[in-house]
DNA sequence: TTGAAAGCGGTACCAA
DNA sequence: TTGGTACCGCTTTCAA
């Protein structure tokens, strides 16, 4: 039995006969090691979890897809967790990892801090946080530069000419959220047609952006421009700028932000700030994947940078194909 | 240690005040059972496995929704693996599945077979088969009435006032695909203007959708209507037409399959065959999981309605607004 | 280089 | 109704 073990482990003190022996009979009998009975006996149990908000919304698969492949090529397995962005939810999911002997951990939550997480320090399991940090000393971090991609999207729709620029910003207690409303600020602050009354507030999906774009348009009737938080809320709000008989982009130009593939299905297709999701995801599962082998163990914060795409909701003058 | 785990599983045979005494300790020592360990001594680790060929695709997502919802209900986990559609990676975790004692498996498949789901069997895992059943004898089935939703979507177009209507099929591998394909050919074929060349087929995604579209439109002049084997096709279909400079629904009305949200969210937004995703989804969970509890154990097919969901892409004459 | 034996943290049977 | 104890399948000393 110990050489058999020592053999799955790869245990250097093994004759090689024997070795050979063992795996020919592992083969014969296909034996295949209990993880669980390793993982209790001390082992790893070679799984990662990930915590996300929302599997639905396309940026989440993104980021799952980056996170997941690279952990297929260490050999790991990845436990997706549901939270739908509610802290009970949460809770009881990173009392589940504990109980399942999960080995780390990447989360995307607004809700978690690091009271909630200090079980899974006690218990000396790594956490990456991703997208959305609470804290960047404690923890490693991987996130987009979320201030920079909103200053870009504003110069942007300056530059094409807009001359009232609104913008419809994601809840508060996003910090990516209030990162991007800042970086607009600081552009639009500057010029004497701003009002705060440009800002407009709204979940980040579909529905925010219609809400919001129906509220803008009816307090500034002058606006040309408006930089949508995230793409789902820039979908709705085209969506809803057609329906109230908008042209985008010759009455508003439009900008969202992230980069996800529904941008490019609409008419006109969405100009966005592009997150690199995958790569996003990508580098969370690196990091935590070596911390969990001992490569690294300080914490580390990775900023990636992000990627104005234009496209015909700001090509104003561009004669596009008629939809209907 | 024999009482707090006649406690921890709800054994009768325990003390009231002796089971308030064990509680109570459980709490103040912060105490959670090891799942490793309850699997080990023969507990069932309360996980179920969700295979499914890709969780970018948007309809995926809906499925997983509904699995996760149902498993969280009755207390079990999900543990989402996504095969891309590749033999081997599919094979790959269902020996994972196996090695981390996985309870049950929902599994959407093209490749998997009885022969590589014989371990599962043997190992007592039930599986139930999602979408695409490829054996309706020996495996639990959850499936929508494909053929069924072709012939609604068919009928709908001619009802409309099509006079020659193409199909984009999926890939013959997909039982969806063909059952679509049947539904369709088993109405047209009785119409004079029926060929073969009306049917086109591609992949299951946009890129697939713009592709059909571009030969379809270069080989039969006349068409007015299309079918669209499933949404994301239809997507690009739209796409290509409207590059085309056809105009939706006037020159050529459309229709798709599934009933993804995104169908919604073009100009024109498309007319579609819904199929109830979530419900599939959590169908198959329910039934998994009774199985599990040996609340059923014969094998079961069940098979959902879909519904014809009418919008834009088939309401000819109707003023839309401009998008452009 | 190998085998024996003591855990890992539970469950379940048996006797008390 | 409770406690003692032999596993579950593997890892890891310790001796041989």
Redesign the interface.
């Known amino acids: 039995m110990a050489t058999v073990s020592r053999v799955i482990n790869k245990n250097e003190y093994v004759n090689k006969e024997t070795e050979q022996k063992v795996i020919v009979a592992m083969q014969e009998l296909?034996y295949?090691?209990?993880?669980?009975?390793r993982?209790?006996a001390g082992k790893k149990?070679n799984?990662i979890a990930l915590m996300i908000p929302d599997?639905?919304n396309?940026f989440f698969?993104?980021l799952?897809?980056g996170v997941?492949d690279v952990a297929q090529q260490y050999d790991f397995?990845?436990?997706?967790c549901?939270s739908d962005d509610l802290a009970y939810k949460e809770k009881s999911y990173l009392?589940?990892l504990?109980?399942?002997?999960i080995d780390g951990l990447i989360i995307i939550s607004n809700n978690v801090n690091e009271e909630e997480l200090e079980?899974l320090r006690m218990a000396n399991i790594p956490v990456v946080l991703l997208d959305r940090p609470f804290n960047e000393q404690n923890y490693s971090v991987v996130r987009s530069n979320n201030r920079n991609g909103a200053i870009m999207a504003v110069e942007h729709l300056l530059a094409i000419g807009c001359k009232k620029i609104a913008h419809i910003a994601g809840p508060e207690k996003f910090v990516t959220a209030r990162e991007r409303r800042l970086g607009y600020e600081g552009i639009v602050s500057q010029y004497s047609w701003y009002t705060p009354s440009l800002i407009e507030h709204a979940n980040f999906d579909?529905e925010g952006g219609k809400q919001a774009v129906t509220k803008l348009v009816a307090n500034n009737t002058d606006i040309d421009g408006i930089f949508a938080g995230n793409d789902l809320m820039a979908?709705g709000a085209l969506?809803q700028l057609?329906?109230l008989?908008k042209?985008?982009p010759d009455d508003i130009a439009l900008c969202g932000f992230d980069g996800i593939s529904?941008t490019e299905?609409?008419?006109?297709e969405i100009t966005t700030i592009q997150q690199p999701i995958y790569e996003m995801g990508a580098a969370a599962a690196l990091t935590l994947i070596k911390k969990l082998k001992g490569e690294i163990t300080e914490t580390k914060i990775q900023e990636l940078d992000v990627k104005l795409i234009i496209r015909?909701s700001t090509e104003k003058g561009k004669k596009?194909?008629?939809?209907?």
């Open positions: 296909h295949e090691p209990s993880s669980l009975a993982g209790l149990m799984t599997i639905s396309p698969p993104g799952a897809r997941e397995n990845v436990f997706l549901n009392e589940i504990r109980k399942k002997s079980p579909i979908l969506k057609i329906k008989g042209n985008v529904l299905l609409t008419q006109p015909g596009l194909p008629l939809a209907t």
